[in-house]
């Protein structure tokens, strides 16, 4: 999944592996933005939930235009052939999700 030009990676619990880390984490200025995890019937390090915490905030600004998508329009999977017409009806939902999304404000 990463390609390694990456100097952000944003993932939740599935990804965690401490090789992965470590290996992402060898050149300075690269964040490893992955969920910690607990310890197999432990709790997680008052430090630790705090990282999760900030993560999660920064994952739900991501994942809110995908929900829109899914839920208020149904989108859950790609129904032309060809990569341009499944890219033009991604873009055309991802307009009318950002419009969805301010549509109180714009009202006001």
Do not use: C
């Amino acid at each position: 999944m990463l390609h390694g030009e990456e100097t952000l990676v944003w993932a939740d619990k599935g990804y965690v592996s401490a090789e992965r880390e470590a290996a992402f984490a060898e050149e300075e200025g690269k964040v490893w933005g992955v969920t910690r995890k607990a310890p197999k019937g432990g709790k997680l390090h008052p430090e630790d939930e705090k990282i999760n915490r900030i993560i999660a905030k920064v994952r739900a600004r991501v994942e809110h235009p995908f929900r829109i998508l899914k839920r208020q329009f149904g989108y859950v999977k790609t129904r032309y052939r060809g990569l341009s017409k499944n890219r033009d009806q991604l873009f055309t939902l991802f307009a009318l999700g950002n419009l969805f999304l301010v549509r109180r404000r714009l009202l006001a």
